[in-house]
């Protein structure tokens, strides 16, 4: 029955070799990510509220920003797979004009009308202010933040995915020491508070452009080149836009979807505690997260290669043993969530956060509903970004992941957050219907012969 994961010890070393610096890179970044949310909480619930609330509309960006990434590994990927350097450059120039383009856009708006903006996504005049003066800042290192992962993921698609561990792993490091510096006023830098995350963001992510420019200057493996990425042609153009297209439709609808469910919580009763809760378990989900996006980041550049290399023989079986690693993943890290929720945070985490005792016990209850749903969501996340579209089947794909969510849990996380009134517990466990609906699409669609299609032919 399960013979499909007699893959081989060459195939495991080879996820093995992919996935681990993927792995380390977002759980250092995902870890330091929940230091920067704990200096934040140190001053109180409101400012802790008012980062959740300004990064709704900048995580629909970082979620576009990802899309285009993910569309971008789609092509190179197979490209790869036929040693096609110069269609590689032209790749990422189609993909740096777009990412540059939106996410400016977005981070002029945050600059020019940020109250009134960020106004759209809660209710408490207090928490929306202190929001600006985060989202004002922190919105132009979006725009810095596109340019660096748009490099990474072409370098990650080319099996290289140590690189963007070493630029994401120093630009956080950076981040969170001046997170401590400008939040707080040392080293004889004005307290800052709020301001002085956004600021403490915007120099690390300065910091990541000067290396990624570095290593483009100096790199023998992948010459960049400049025509290329100026005018990149209208042929790669429309070839992005018609395979990768669909993936950034995907991840920016997405995106777009799961910033309703803390918008409707920042519009319930006591939204204060809720998102001050719904943040800290939302960081720590981002860290339990690692290994699935690793795993479904190295599923999408082997599959990748294999298809563009005309292995398709092997494409199949090597899909099936990696979404059967990612359940047995998620089951691992649903018992260590359940130990860290019930026995570690009570303990020493909230206490840390100053966190009152309703927001204590609305984090643990949104982390046990995490740990129970982990393997559907790991089983999800490496079917969805790394089998189907590392095999060419972004449209299913696209589907899968966006139907669920718009059709089946925002409408019921609105009816019950906003129509009925009911309890946190089933607003939260309403955000859950789209991984169990997705899990049966997914198994239903892997497991048939029509999800393999070579992207890179004329």
Known sequence: MFSFMKQGPVFYKQVLFLATPIVLQNLITSTLGMADTFMVGMLGEAPMAAVTLANIPLYVVQMFIFGVQSGSSVLVSQYWGKQDMEAINRVLG????????????????????????????????????????????????????????????????????????????????????????????????PALGVRGAAVATLIARLLEVAIVVTHMVKSRFFRVHLHLLLRPGREMVRRFLHYGGLVVFNETTWGLGASVFPTIMGHMAG???????????????????????????????IIGREVGAGRLEKVRSMGRALSVLAVLCGLGVCGLLLLFAHVAAPAWVFPL???????????????????????????????????????????????????????????????????????????????TLESIVKFGFGLWRTSSDNWIRDLTRA
């Open 94 to 189: 189609v993909a740096l004009w777009v990412v540059l383009l939106v996410s400016s856009i977005f981070a002029a708006i945050l600059v020019i009308c940020p109250l009134e903006f960020l106004s759209l996504f809660g209710n408490e005049r207090e928490v929306i202010e202190l929001a600006a003066q985060y989202g004002s800042i922190a919105g132009l290192s979006y725009v810095l933040t596109a340019f660096t992962m748009m490099y990474v993921a072409i370098y990650r698609s080319m099996e290289r995915p140590q690189l963007g561990m070493y630029i994401l792993v120093a630009s956080m490091t950076a981040n969170t020491f001046l997170n401590w510096v400008f939040i707080f006023g040392k080293l004889g830098a």
């Open 271 to 301: 939204s204060t505690e809720i998102l001050a809760a719904y943040t800290v378990a939302g960081n720590v989900d981002k860290i339990c997260m690692v290994i699935s996006f690793g795993l479904a980041t190295t599923a999408a550049i």
């Open 353 to 431: 956060f100053g966190m009152s005792p309703r927001a204590s016990s609305i984090a643990v209850m949104m982390m046990t509903v995490l740990a129970f749903i982990r393997p559907l969501r790991d089983f999800n996340s490496v079917v969805i970004v790394g089998v189907l579209r590392g095999g060419g089947d972004v449209k299913a794909a696209t589907l899968i992941d966006t139907l669920p969510q718009w059709l089946a849990a925002i409408p019921a996380a609105f009816l019950l957050g906003m129509v009925f009134h009911a309890e946190i517990l089933w607003v939260y466990l309403a955000t």
